[in-house]
């Protein structure tokens, strides 16, 4: 087969990373820009240099996507599978991109990917996507909200006797290192997730031996650069939503919310477990927001967030199982 078809893959495979990069950027910026701990370019700027950093760090997750989620059949029906996958993917992303809700495109990748690899007759690792992404998708935000609280809590403790002011600007200042952190922690997990479907694709094509584990070195650096131009790009929508409609964070707030989510992020990556940047920090903010009281959350606000993770595995895989018909009726 010739490289026509795997270089489509590959253009949708960097259009769904941009987009990942700008629907995600507020995972990583938002409470430090709410906090006003960073300007908005700064962050920006600072974020997309992390995620290119932590691109290199991620390929177990990337291994997952690409040997643990589907089996990708071989020929034009595999590479129609990936691409139809990445175009419902982006559809999701975009989709939650304009109504502003923090969902999350790590699930909607992996969503896409069963949806288009039903339609197309493919096999669907049910038993290994229970274990390696239903089990830390409901365990991560638990671990997040618990963490969130617990840090705040610590924090609270710690500095009952300080000055608020002093206090205040000193988290300002951590809130650098935190925001760091948690943009890393993006990086190791987004960036390797569409390398891993680039490997799929050129397993399927004949152009990689089949059951060939490795992530092509290109496509990991690829997709870190795009992500990068995508998170600098940046996610307002989602950001206003993560920074100030959920609680009114404050910095040590925002300082306990990044170190939480980061410190979930980098055991997932370790682990392979390919979690949502968004379910981490959206969980973590929620659980910083509850040591001040219960009413603190906009729990109203935390529902429609909710009802979007809940969608996101269906609605992907549905858009993407129509534009792999798509596809299959103009190329097949």
């Not at 893959?9 to 995600?24: E, S």
């Not at 096999?123 to 963490?147: A, Q």
């Not at 925001?179 to 390398?195: I, L, R």
């Not at 989602?238 to 404050?250: E, F, K, Q, V």
């Amino acid at each position: 087969m010739d490289w026509l078809p795997v270089t489509l893959v590959v253009v949708l495979a960097m259009g769904f990373t941009y987009t990942n990069g700008f629907h995600d950027a507020a995972n990583a910026i938002a409470t430090s820009v709410s906090t006003r701990a960073l300007t908005p370019r700064i962050a920006l700027g600072l974020a997309a240099a992390m995620n290119l950093l932590g691109a290199f760090v991620g390929v177990r997750v990337a291994q997952t996507i690409g040997g643990d989620i589907i089996d990708v059949p071989m020929g034009g029906v595999g590479v129609a599978v990936c691409a139809g996958a990445l175009v419902g993917a982006t559809g999701w992303n975009m989709l939650t991109w304009w109504r502003g809700l923090p969902s999350s495109s790590s699930h909607a990748l992996i969503g896409g990917l069963g949806g288009a690899a039903l339609a197309g007759g493919a096999t669907v690792k049910w038993e290994s996507i229970l274990d390696k992404v239903v089990v830390p998708m409901l365990l991560s935000p638990v671990v997040g909200l618990v963490g969130g609280f617990v840090v705040m809590a610590a924090i609270l403790w710690l500095f009952r006797s300080a000055r608020p002011g002093p206090t205040a600007r000193g988290f300002r200042y951590a809130q650098t290192v935190s925001a760091a952190a948690m943009a890393f922690g993006h990086g190791m997990q987004d960036a390797s997730k569409t390398a891993g479907v680039v490997a799929l694709a050129l397993i399927a094509s004949g152009n990689r031996p089949a059951g060939d584990e490795s992530i092509p070195a290109w496509a990991i650096a690829l997709s870190a650069v795009v992500l990068s131009l995508g998170t600098y790009a940046g996610g307002w929508r989602i950001m206003r939503t993560l920074g100030r409609r959920i609680i009114d964070l404050d910095p040590p707030q925002g300082f306990a919310a990044e170190t939480t989510a980061a410190a979930v992020l980098y055991v997932a990556t370790a682990t392979g477990a390919p979690i949502s940047t968004t379910h981490a920090i959206t969980s973590a903010i929620m659980g910083v927001g509850s040591t001040r009281s219960a009413k603190a959350v906009r729990w109203g606000v935390a529902r429609q967030i909710a009802l979007a993770w809940v969608l996101t595995f269906p609605g992907a895989g549905i858009a993407a199982a129509l534009a792999y018909g798509a596809i299959a009726l103009v190329a097949l």
